[in-house]
């Protein structure tokens, strides 16, 4: 691809972004940079965990994300009692047919909101390993394919409320990001209730983007370039998190290459065709923060996840940036 070629192609996934950006921020109040973070999530094709209180807006953010890419949206309410069949579908036998059907479940969408994805047994969380790593689910032997493009937008209340599960490690580390939403502002929350809604699918917003535009974002976002040095820079942010005696253990290669793709994103998202320094520490903590976790569990696990944060900036300090 000569460079005009690849100049112009970024010019205009930019414009898509930025369209995208200021639709949802009809939606979403005061949370710009929780935009940002979401749309170098989808960009980069990665599944998102959003770990917050309740009633922050979280269901309104992947909803938003949904209409505004005309993407087909799906809702999964995670309960104790939810089967992994109600989460990727069954075979039914058709009297008609004479033989089983594979019947769908809400998986089959663009966006799919797991919504508490804490409140389900392990067993249930186990179902989205293979859609999350391979876009596809397997029934009796049989793999059907989902919808493209695909993105899970988890959200979880924190572990320490009464009836969750913690997600297993092999689920978290599918998750390219996880964010937290906060409060928003005072302004932005008066005009929310100035603006109440009977409830998110009642946003009134356009789309302003197609699947095939999010098609096109998602393979540029590979031929965005990554120098040797920035390259060696990620490898050596790893590395550290492995050698730090305070976690149990360190990032996964899966968590490398995490970081390369969402730092890929951020450079797209700010309209370059190469990936800064800035990009990749940036991005870090989002992506490798609930990669990892204390060597020793105190059994509070907010203030756990705050020391993890806490040892990532200090590696991110102690890490040379390449010049």
Do not use: W
Request: proline share 4%; charged share 25%.
């Amino acid at each position: 691809m000569s460079d005009f070629v690849q100049a112009e192609r970024v010019a205009q996934a930019k414009q898509t972004l930025d369209r995208i950006r200021a639709n949802m921020r009809l939606a979403v109040r005061g949370k710009d940079d929780v935009i940002d973070q979401l749309l170098v999530c989808l960009g980069a094709g990665g599944h998102l965990l959003v770990e917050d209180l309740p009633g922050l807006g979280k269901t309104t953010l992947a909803y938003s994300l949904a209409r505004s890419t005309d993407c087909a949206f799906s809702r999964i309410q995670f309960t104790s009692d939810l089967l992994p069949g109600d989460v990727t579908g069954v075979a039914i036998y058709d009297e008609s047919a004479r033989e089983f059907v594979f019947k769908r479940g809400p998986v089959f969408a663009n966006i799919v909101l797991a919504d508490e994805i804490n409140r389900a047994p392990p067993k249930t969380q186990s179902a989205l390993l293979e859609v999350m790593d391979r876009a596809r689910v397997t029934v009796d032997g049989e793999a059907h394919a989902v919808g493209s493009p695909f993105m899970v937008f988890a959200t979880q209340n924190p572990i320490d409320y009464e009836g969750t599960f913690p997600l297993p490690e092999s689920q978290m580390d599918r998750f390219l990001m996880r964010l937290r939403m906060g409060y928003p502002g005072a302004a932005d929350e008066l005009e929310i209730l100035r603006t109440a809604r009977a409830g998110y699918d009642s946003i009134a917003i356009n789309p302003v983007a197609s699947r095939a535009d999010v098609a096109a974002l998602q393979e540029l976002v590979t031929l965005i370039y990554v120098e040797d040095s920035v390259l060696d820079y990620i490898l050596r942010i790893v590395s550290a998190t492995r050698t730090e005696s305070e976690f149990k253990t360190g990032a996964s290669v899966r968590g490398g290459l995490a970081l390369r793709s969402a730092s890929q994103a951020r450079a797209l998202l700010n309209g370059r065709d190469f990936v800064l320094p800035d990009d990749v520490a940036e991005m870090a903590q989002p992506v490798l923060g609930h990669r990892l976790a204390l060597a020793r569990q105190s059994g509070d696990a907010l203030e756990e996840r705050r020391s993890v944060l806490s040892l990532l900036r200090r590696i991110l300090s102690a890490v040379s940036q390449p010049t």
